[in-house]
Every structure is written in C-alpha cells, then in structure tokens.
C-alpha cells in the first residue's frame, strides 16, 4: 500500500492507543479534559483527500460548518518545489452539522474554479446580524506561487457574506493593516461583536483588537509567555461571551523531533479570559490545553513516484468556539488530515486557569 492511498483513506481506520509514541491522541486529549472528539466522517465530498480547520456556527437552530477541504496531496517536484497534484489548490465547503459526526449539503461556497489556496475559514455575524466568512487566500503550492506579481503571493484575508443560497458573495479583500500590501502577511484574525460594534482580535503579542470605529485596543499579554516562550504565536477563536468575561483560544508552534530523531513542526493550543469591560487579562492556562501529536497518523508528502519527503505539522487547532449550556463546543483540525467535533466542559477549562491580578 502505497503512503498517498494509506493517507486518503484514513478514515476508514478505527482510533487505536499506540505504543510508539508518548502523546496522547485527540481522543484521549479531550478525556483528561472530561469531554469528548467525534471526528466527522459522513457526508462529506468523497472527492477530498483532507478536510480539516473547520469553524461553526449556530442560526435559526442550525449547526453551520465550513472547513478547508484539500482535493489533493501535495507533490514535490525535481527542484524540492511543491506543488498541489493535478493543479487543484484547497478550497472552503459548506455545511450543515445533523449531529457531530455528519455533514449534509455539504458544497464549496464558490462554484466556480480559482486559483488561490483558500484556507481558515472562520464565521461571524456583521452587527446588522447578517452571516459573513472570513478565510485566507494565497498562491501557496499552486502553480502561481511566488511569481512576486500577485498580491496573493502571500497570505491575504477575504471576508463574504453567505447568502439565502449558501454561497459566498459580495467579497472583499479588507483594506486594513498590511492586507493590502502584496509583500506582507495577514492571517488569523477573528472578527466579534462588542457593544453592538465590529471588532477584530488581531494579534496576541501585542494582543491587539481592531475596532470598526475609534482606537485600537492594545492589552498587555505577556504573562501567557510562560505558556508560549518565545515561539510564534497566533489567534485561534474569537472571544466568545461565559458570563463577565470573553474566553479566546490561541496556538503557537515549535519544531521538535520525534523518537528517531527526525524533525517535524508541533503546535499547541491553550487558553485566556478577557474582561469584558476592561479588556484586560484575568485568567490563563500556563500549560497547552491540547497540542499536536504523533498519536494521530501524520501525513506524509512524497515526490512523483510516492516516496516520503516531508510531513505536515502536527495540530489540533480550533477555528470555532460555542458556548452550549455550560459547554465548550470546539470545531478542530487534526494534523492537516481529518476535522471533529469537540466538548468540553466549561468548568473544567476554567480549572486549569490561574487569575491574574491586576
């Protein structure tokens, strides 16, 4: 069995603890936290090689769902470059949740080819209460890639308003900070609601929240550096409401090597509280909440004639975050290759935070 054909059908392999590694698989990770992982496996384009960063949201009694669905492996070519196979770049589907392992009406929300890597779709709701998408496009591993004439070279958000027909429309690449400059970088934003206005947890170091009208909010967020060290790290969900405070979701990657040696790129997720008034700090995890591992099968890239190359970090990121009768309800992506459903008990995170004192 070739590795490509192994990795395209993993779903059809039952979880199993293993004994290779010392990491806890997403399901074992979601226990020690008291909850559960459903991976989703109905009803999806059965087309799709891998389905993963999956953002949700709830309207009229209705579970939405849009995640990064990639048709193909990637490729290495003679010069070490890659490349999606037969020139089909990721894109966003579109969904709804029957239950959370079951996707119906599952559709790309463009119906027409493009060129650009689309990728981390996130919802959210504009305040007149229309539905919206955000997600990134780039030239990544496309035939277009780093032709240094495209302002898609690097990554670039798009927002779109999701209409009656359950297609992306109206798009817009937002002329704020540097996403309308080509030579820069622009990624992991989180649009929220405050007081009725708009507004755009940007960046972690600084945090950083953009508004639709008056001054950036800027917030000491150094303390969580005893989580993070000195690693990149990045927005993960937006601030969702438990009462007096927002709860966000955040990651940061290292390189680390695995048993035998070999080096991959690890990420790990963990967790704050903002006060809603202040916005200030006031409570963290000191330790990741969840984190990449080699427990769950990572995918391997190959060259043409299919032998390894390199392999896709290892992650469990969420893009969505509900609060559902005192329950975290995470959208996850695991190591580039499948996505779930996970929940969480509220309390249970908020047990492993310590307060901050202002």
């Known amino acids: 069995m070739s590795v490509r054909y192994f990795h ?33 496996s109905k009803g999806l384009d059965p087309k799709i090689s891998f389905n993963f960063n999956p953002t949700i949201h709830i309207e009229d009694g209705k579970t939405w769902i849009a995640w990064r669905a990639q048709p193909e492996p990637f490729c290495f070519r003679w010069d070490n470059r890659y490349f999606y196979l037969n020139n089909k770049p990721t894109t966003i589907q579109i969904g709804q949740l029957a239950d959370d392992e079951t996707v119906i009406g599952t559709k790309p929300i463009r119906s027409k080819p493009h060129r650009c890597s689309y990728e981390d779709p996130r919802f959210f709701k504009d305040t007149a209460g229309g539905l919206y998408l955000q997600f990134v496009a780039s030239t990544y591993a496309s035939t277009y890639a780093k032709n240094g004439k495209h302002i898609f070279d690097n990554s670039k958000v798009i927002v779109g308003r999701i209409n009656e027909q359950v297609e992306l429309v109206d798009a ?11 030579n820069a970088c622009e990624k992991n934003w989180c649009f929220f609601t405050h007081k009725e206005e708009l507004h755009i ?8 929240i953009l508004r639709e009208s008056g001054e950036t909010i800027e917030v000491d967020s150094s303390l969580l550096k005893v989580a993070t060290k000195e690693n990149p790290t990045f927005c993960s969900t937006a601030p969702v ?18 048993p035998s040696g070999a080096m991959y790129l690890k990420y790990y997720t963990s967790a704050f509280t903002l006060d809603k008034k202040t916005f200030e700090l006031k409570r963290m995890c000191e330790k990741p909440l969840f984190y990449g591992s080699l427990a769950d099968q990572l995918i391997w890239w190959t060259d043409l004639y299919g032998n390894p190359v390199s392999r896709q970090p290892a992650t469990i990121l969420p893009y969505g ?19 779930g459903i996970m929940r969480l008990p509220l309390d249970n995170i908020l047990k492993k935070m310590t307060s901050i004192v202002s």
């Open 241 to 258: 409401d438990i009462g007096e405070e927002y709860l966000i979701f955040y990651h940061w990657k290292n390189g680390v090597r695995d």
């Open 172 to 182: 817009i690449v937002p002329q704020l900070e540097n996403n309308r400059d080509k």
């Open 8 to 40: 395209k059908h993993s779903h059809c392999l039952y979880p199993v603890k293993t004994r290779s590694s010392l990491d806890l698989n997403v399901y074992e990770q979601a226990e020690q936290l008291g909850g559960s992982f459903t991976r989703i």
């Open 201 to 208: 947890l940007y960046s972690i170091f600084p945090l950083r």
């Open 321 to 339: 975050c509900l609060l559902e009768n005192n329950e975290v309800v995470l959208s996850v992506g695991v190591n580039d290759a499948f996505m």
